[in-house]
């Protein structure tokens, strides 16, 4: 089930009108798709802040623009502690929209138990996907994986029925790879320490030579 955000048409624009909405308890957004005219709102801060906190894609509006949106683009701080603005994409029910889902790896890898080390190197995907059953996270299961070992987009477990990764499912999500020993991570440091060696020049070596003569 959606969440309801309740909306108000926004009368006033710029940097300071945007502000003055927030310390109000408000937050500007935009609303626009489907070759409608693009229609300024006002949403509830703390409604839209709990949508986006318990993983909410697409919500209902109710007010100044009623029927389904996705947040498209959410604005924050610096920080990422305060929301600034957000952009809302009308959908219709069983339309397939394009969205980015986090990856959740599930399990203990059996190269962890023979001490290797996972680095997860991708953390969302891009997917298009039917709007009913936008999933909150996808999941690999990383049990099998050994030293070594990856797993790409193909290997995820529970993608929706109907749902198409876009991009390369061969790209590698997650591997596992050996740990790196105290003897290798000085020799390294010792490495880097080692002061660079300039390489004489021809003209050094022949001023050498006239010397020596």
């Avoid at 701080?77 to 397939?96: I, M, N, P, S, W």
């Avoid at 059996?110 to 936008?134: N, P, Y």
Wanted: glycine share 8%; aromatic share 2%; net charge negative.
């Amino acid at each position: 089930m959606s969440d309801t955000l309740k909306v108000e048409t926004r009368k006033t624009h710029g940097k300071r009108s945007n502000e003055r909405l927030r310390r109000a308890g408000h937050l500007p957004a935009i609303l626009y798709g489907h070759g409608e005219e693009p229609v300024s709102l006002t949403l509830g801060y703390d409604q839209v802040q709990a949508s986006l906190r318990h993983g909410a894609k697409v919500v209902d509006l109710d007010g100044a623009a009623t029927g389904k949106a996705l947040f498209q683009d959410v604005q924050w701080d610096t920080f990422y502690q305060v929301l600034l603005h957000v952009d809302l994409l009308r959908v219709h029910a069983g339309e397939k929209v394009t969205i980015e889902v986090p990856i959740e790896l599930k399990g203990e890898s059996i190269g962890v138990r023979e001490g290797g080390v996972i680095e997860q190197v991708i953390h969302s995907i891009e997917i298009e996907v039917a709007l009913d059953v936008i999933p909150e996270k996808l999941h690999i299961s990383i049990k099998n994986l050994k030293i070594g070992d990856h797993l790409t987009a193909k290997d995820i477990s529970d993608l929706p029925a109907g749902a198409t990764i876009l991009g390369d499912e061969d790209e590698m999500i997650v591997h596992c790879v050996a740990p790196v020993s105290e003897e290798e991570v000085e020799a390294a440091e010792e490495g880097a320490a080692e002061p660079e060696v300039i390489s004489k020049g021809k003209a050094d070596e022949e001023e050498e030579a006239e010397e020596k003569e």
